[in-house]
């Protein structure tokens, strides 16, 4: 009888299953390391690197559907009709490894102001501004093309890339938290000068472009005198107008 060798060849099928058979370890990692949503019904998707596609959820809050595809976990949330923020997590398992991934929803807000602005300038450079928001909710951020805006603890941090053009670029960003909205204006200079527009001139701001100045019971034609800022001079009785006009501050005379 050959039972020994049997026994062996089975021995080391039992040992190759057992090793095989082992659910796989995986080094995960997400594409975000949390998942904010807004109060309302929101759909989200997180991506799962580092698995063979083969993931399952193994635990998700019941204000949240989950589902999960080829390493893809699309998210969708109910609205939150509470007056407190809604916090939990979701676990997705991929063989012998899981990845926790932190979830958190706002409340509806009863409140939404912007603090210290009515609007936003930059220069044609572009760059980043900060501004307080007073809320009591969530709040979620929405620009127009060319801006880039996002809230963040109370403060809405609005981002633009430089103007290479000759126009200013005007957009907007909105707010909006639950069934509350605002806007705030955004203006991106572009090469052409903002405060002349372009011509290098400006009114004149002693005269406010009249040219002359009033003096009541002066020895001077009617009165007046011309107005020394923009080119005007008093000659006796007579007087030489200005133009009215001035150098632009800005860009001293450039148009840029």
Same mark, same amino acid.
């Given at each position: 009888?050959?039972? /020994?060798?049997? *026994?062996?060849?089975?021995?080391?099928?039992?040992? @190759? =299953?057992?090793? +095989?058979?082992?659910?796989?370890?995986?080094?995960?990692? +997400?594409?975000?390391?949390?998942?904010?949503?807004?109060?309302?019904?929101?759909?989200? @998707?997180?991506?799962?690197?580092? @698995?063979?596609?083969? =993931?399952?959820?193994?635990?998700?809050?019941?204000?949240?559907?989950?589902?999960?595809?080829?390493?893809?976990?699309?998210?969708?949330? %109910?609205?939150?009709?509470?007056?407190?923020?809604?916090?939990? @997590?979701?676990?997705?398992?991929?063989?012998? +490894?899981?990845?926790?991934?932190?979830?958190?929803?706002?409340? /509806?807000?009863?409140?939404?102001?912007?603090?210290?602005? /009515? !609007? *936003?300038?930059?220069? !044609?450079?572009?760059?980043? %501004?900060?501004?307080?928001?007073?809320?009591?909710? +969530?709040? $979620?951020?929405?620009?127009?093309?060319?801006?880039?805006?996002?809230?963040?603890?109370? $403060?809405?941090?609005?981002?633009?890339?430089?103007?290479?053009?000759?126009?200013?670029?005007?957009?907007?960003?909105? *707010?909006?938290? &639950?069934?509350?909205? #605002?806007?705030?204006?955004?203006?991106?200079?572009?090469?052409?000068?903002?405060?002349?527009?372009?011509?290098? #001139?400006?009114?004149?701001?002693?005269?406010?472009?009249?040219?002359?100045?009033?003096?009541?019971?002066?020895?001077?034609?009617? &009165?007046?005198? &011309?107005?020394?800022? =923009?080119?005007?001079?008093?000659?006796?009785?007579?007087? $030489?107008?200005? $133009?009215?006009?001035?150098?632009?501050?800005? =860009?001293?005379?450039?148009? !840029?």
């Amino acid at each position: 009888m050959r039972i /020994k060798p049997i *026994l062996g060849m089975c021995m080391l099928t039992l040992l @190759s =299953c057992a090793t +095989s058979c082992r659910p796989k370890e995986f080094n995960l990692s +997400s594409s975000v390391s949390e998942i904010v949503i807004a109060d309302g019904a929101e759909t989200d @998707s997180v991506v799962i690197n580092g @698995s063979d596609g083969t =993931c399952a959820i193994s635990h998700a809050p019941e204000w949240v559907e989950t589902t999960v595809a080829d390493s893809v976990v699309t998210i969708k949330t %109910q609205p939150n009709t509470g007056k407190d923020n809604r916090a939990d @997590s979701i676990v997705v398992t991929c063989g012998a +490894s899981s990845i926790i991934i932190p979830i958190n929803q706002g409340h /509806k807000a009863t409140r939404l102001e912007i603090s210290e602005v /009515k !609007k *936003l300038n930059f220069s !044609k450079e572009g760059g980043t %501004q900060e501004v307080k928001i007073d809320t009591d909710g +969530s709040v $979620k951020a929405e620009a127009t093309d060319g801006i880039e805006a996002s809230y963040i603890d109370g $403060k809405l941090i609005v981002t633009v890339t430089p103007n290479t053009g000759d126009n200013p670029i005007k957009g907007t960003v909105k *707010l909006v938290a &639950g069934e509350l909205t #605002k806007e705030l204006p955004v203006t991106i200079a572009g090469n052409i000068c903002p405060t002349c527009k372009g011509t290098g #001139k400006i009114v004149c701001r002693k005269c406010h472009g009249n040219g002359y100045l009033d003096a009541p019971g002066a020895m001077t034609m009617m &009165g007046r005198f &011309g107005c020394p800022s =923009c080119g005007g001079a008093e000659y006796g009785a007579w007087i $030489k107008y200005g $133009k009215g006009k001035q150098t632009c501050p800005t =860009c001293h005379g450039k148009g !840029k």
